[in-house]
């Protein structure tokens, strides 16, 4: 009996056990119908939203090929938007090039013909010699656009200088055909002359050129920082001075003419009448400063004296202001430079007779010593010293 009721008790036991078992197992079981369910919902979603994620791709690849497709056209666009601007620049660089070109010959020509004039007298010819000089278009060079044309950034310069020596000589030939020994600083057009008078005026002509030869355009305080490679500002006689001197060297063979720019040629062809132009200039540079300071070119018996007597002249500081003053120091610095170069060729000044006697003549009214004695500080003082420095040398250079 006892055996029975321990196994009676043992098989309740495993009973309950099992069904306790049983339990837990369904509700694991349910739970992972659960689970499942709520994956397979989870899964679902993200298949929806794989879709929608590929659909978006989609989207986003049709949106990139067609910016892809703009860019291109972009590109393609903005490349014909800069060719046709290249094009307008270039237009605009032909257009300012003619118009320059077209414009400054009319300016020289209109001048040309003031200074042929036989009614424009010396002091009126130099005036326009001057402004003859600052038009050609060397002195306009830019240094830009189509100025800078060529193997070398002034290759375009040197053309303009070239095309210029061309014009200068050309038109010298046509005032020069009295005597090549002539040098006549005082020729002055005379419409009341019976004889010479064309001779006169083509004298004339010469001088006023060969006086404006150092004239400069102010276009060129730009030109300065175009890599021009100058220290100076390149003038007219800046042309002749470096041609003559290149002369030097291809006579001595240490170089040829194709080593020098083409306007160095040109002058050399013409080397006879650069050296005359020089002397006229030395001469002509003497006879501005007597007019400015004497009445010769006012009056004829002011003249006759000077020349033919050898009066006695003033030649005035007291009465001078520092730009006066500056003016004839210019003046005189442009006369050694011109007779500097001519010494430096092997070639001897030429003075007209009627100058030195002139200039033998001349009194400087300011006493050297009262100079001495002011104060070197002052800039008309300084000035001053300077100009009877340089109008006492003069006198030597002109004196046998």
Known sequence: MKYQRLISTSLIAA???SALTACQEKKQLSEMHDNTQQMNQTTTGMAANMEKTVATMDSMKKTTEKVSVTAETTVEQMGKVIENADKTVNLIGESYDAGRQGGALDLRNKIYEVLRSTATPLDKKIVEAAKYMVAFEFQLWSGQGQDT???TKT??????EHDAVIELFNNLKTVSHWDADAIDPFAQPDLKAKSNFEEKNQKAIFNALAAALHKTNRKQDRQESLTVNKDDKTSMFTLIERALLAGQEIRTGNKRTTDFPAYVDEVLRNEQMAIRLLQARYNIIGIVLLARVT?????????FKLKIWGSKWDLDLDNMNISQVKYYNDHFAEAKKTKDLLTRLGIKVEIDKNIKKIFSHMNIKDDKQALVAADKEDALVKEKISLVAAAKKYVGQTQE
């Open 295 to 303: 009445q010769i070119s006012d009056s004829l018996w002011e003249g």
């Open 15 to 17: 009973m309950t056990a």
């Open 149 to 151: 044309e060529g193997k």
């Open 155 to 160: 290759e375009a310069l040197e053309k303009l």
